[in-house]
């Protein structure tokens, strides 16, 4: 119970694995295998008793992968031989894209999705935000159909350079989209089958941020008591 509060300890700190076995006079791995299931854990509480968002919520979507510059050699070519190494549409192909729900002044509900689509995303928003809630978002033709669904949607033209038109703007996602990219920028590289657990990790991080040290501990580890192995997770 003391290694275990201890590498949660040093987990609410952002120390890396490495580092936290060297803390710890661990092996390295045990640690990682150790903070792999409290990003498990985060994962399953993110999913679980979520109720629907009311009020004003912003909808946004980024794309989340490494510059093309800092792929693989081999990973460069091949997407330059296919067209795929631009900016903007080449980039859809070789990023994951994640859809971000930003109640305002609130939390973030992020989901990693196959594609910018409205066929893909009305299902999400309907499920996650109430009716007749106030949505703000770009003009992405996937969000062109919330006003027969039972909102108030309001939009920014941000191809005509416009980010705020008086209290309608995404700025709160903006803002998490930039400040998460860099965090898990640190991780030097995540493997697709571990990038949720990173992606939550953000979320939990983000939404408990005025939280202080010892409460963020202490809400890991009833997150980690009320978390089952077995437990379903929609990886």
Known sequence: MRWWYE???????CHSAHKTGKLLGKDGKVCWQGYQLIRKALVHASYRGRKKITGTVELDESFYGGTFKNLRKKVRQELRRLGLNKRGGGAKYRKQPVFGIFKRNGKVYLEP?????AK????LITQRIRLGSSIFSDTGTWYAGLVGLGYVHKTVDHGKQEYVAGEVHINGLE????LSKTNMHTYKGIKKTNWLLYLKEMEFRYNNRKL???EM??????ILMTYRRNSFVPY
Do not use: A, M, Q, R
């Open 7 to 13: 590498l949660i300890w040093n987990f609410t700190l």
């Open 113 to 117: 999705i196959p594609e910018t689509k």
């Open 120 to 123: 893909v995303l009305s299902p």
């Open 175 to 178: 803002g998490f989209w930039g």
């Open 212 to 214: 202080s040290f010892d």
């Open 217 to 222: 501990v202490e809400k890991l580890i009833k």
